[in-house]
């Protein structure tokens, strides 16, 4: 379904907190019918960034991964 996907991440520091960026594109598979499915895909992809940014937070709040699943984690301030 996936034909090619990139991201990059940075962190900067703001004060006392830190931001972390993520840039990510995704190109599908399937010439025009995968042009078609962008718009019903890209909320779907939005949806999950949110997600991965509250497993690596406690990644390093805690010095470890969280071992629960990943959807008891609180999530933190992201705009997508």
Do not use: H
């Not at 025009?32 to 960034?49: N, Q, Y």
């Not at 390093?60 to 933190?76: H, I, Q, R, T």
């Amino acid at each position: 379904m996936v034909k090619r996907a990139t991201n990059r991440w940075s962190v900067q520091a703001e004060g006392e907190k830190t931001l972390l960026t993520s840039e990510a594109t995704v190109e599908l598979k399937g010439g025009i019918f995968g042009r078609l499915l962008e718009p019903i895909m890209a909320p779907i992809m939005r949806s999950m960034g949110p997600k991965a940014f509250a497993g690596f937070k406690y990644l390093v709040e805690n010095g470890k991964p969280y071992e629960g699943p990943a959807d008891e984690l609180p999530v933190p301030l992201a705009v997508c």
